[in-house]
DNA sequence: TAGCGCAGAATTATAGATAATTTCGTTATT
DNA sequence: AATAACGAAATTATCTATAATTCTGCGCTA
């Protein structure tokens, strides 16, 4: 949402082309061309290559060189397969996390978790669900590991956002305050446990 | 090593600065300036920034927007955070490839640790050494988790290479034979739990 | 002498143009 | 009627040129 205008062309359009697929807007599989989108954005195509490879890192679209990007698909499988590294990924930065702690972070992290819990619509459920895991995440201190759950976060928000799983509210607003209790009352092999299981129920539902 | 000749201009530009950049030519910190690298390599230094994007999403450069892209630096720290990294994913993988595996790959996999156990240098052996990871997690069926590993394998190779680490052939061969035998006898969640260890061994030793 | 600020140089980011490759529709052949 | 081959159109990848920004060294001031 916010687009920061003192990025450079091609991180806003990454930004946005990052927004529209994880809303749903770009199908899976839709090619994306890049003299289109130059031409949409008012760029040249330089910078729309540059977007392109942003997303791919990101696992959002694919490239196959001289053939185009297209937007990653996700089946089923792969949604398990997110599901499964942010679970394996977050327990061990919690783990890390742990130590680093204070009764004001966890404050945040509760009043984070009431935020989401008051949410009228998916989007704002999704941002206040991601910025409950990041406040007790970030202080393990591990840049590399932040970084790829993010990416895998954006992933499972665009599972979320494509309406496959309608009710969500109820077991998180459950797993989140487990996991707080746990981390008070300083168990913190018990939360990380918690935490991947947590997470792991977002790929146990099916379309349907 | 092998670089195909048919693959983009940038892709040839990426995996050359890749292998200087593991192999210790490029030290952490150097910046890259892309006209140099384009004078270079005989192109224009537009592939040459694709190719940034990609050595960035493999974590071996950093780049800061106006401001250029240095190679990545690789503290004690960065080297034990990519080392749990790898335990907890490598781990996660051989649960799920474990119910895959036949004898035919088991007996790769074990051919391949030989050869590492006769390789006469560095390179020899970090080439083995992933062979056998690879032949061990690729049944697992996961792509994006295998790209995500394997990421994680090139950052270790840098690290091995940096010469911190003299001594690696003894635990790393009765490692991985402990792992097939409990792959063998089925026991899938042993082997994980040796294979975890196993990794996360690369970060203990500190630079002497 | 230490710090500030201002050219000039170097470097990054983008634009516009061109070459190379793929895609797709059409035609010819069996 | 199905298929292979050809050619035009579309698209990707690259190059050259230009604009915008950052870095650097030097002189000036306090």
């Known amino acids: 949402m916010t687009t920061a205008r003192s990025d450079t062309i091609a991180a806003q359009i990454s930004r946005t082309l990052a927004n529209r697929i994880i809303a749903g807007e770009i199908e899976a599989g839709a090619k994306l061309r890049q003299d289109h989108i130059a031409e949409e954005f008012g760029a040249s195509h330089v910078p729309v290559r540059e977007a392109f490879r942003r997303l791919e890192s990101q696992g959002l679209v694919v490239s196959e060189p001289r053939r185009g990007v297209r937007v990653a698909g996700f089946s089923l499988d792969e949604v398990r397969e997110v599901a499964e590294m942010r679970a394996a990924l977050e327990a061990l930065a919690l783990r890390h996390a742990a130590p680093h702690l204070t009764r004001a972070i966890l404050d945040q992290a509760e009043e984070a978790n009431r935020t989401g819990d008051r949410a009228g ?21 591990m840049p590399r590991l932040l970084k790829a759950i993010d990416d895998l976060h954006t992933a499972s928000a665009r599972f979320l956002f494509s ?3 309608t009710e ?11 996991i707080l209790d746990a981390l008070r009352a300083g168990q913190a092999e018990t939360a990380a446990s918690v935490l991947a299981r947590h997470v792991q129920t977002i790929g146990q539902k099916s379309p349907q």
């Open 163 to 165: 309406g496959w799983r």
């Open 168 to 178: 969500w509210e109820t077991p998180t607003d459950r797993d989140h305050r487990a």
């Open 121 to 141: 619509d998916v989007q704002a459920w999704e941002e206040a669900n991601r910025t409950f895991h990041r406040i007790i995440l970030t202080p393990c201190g």
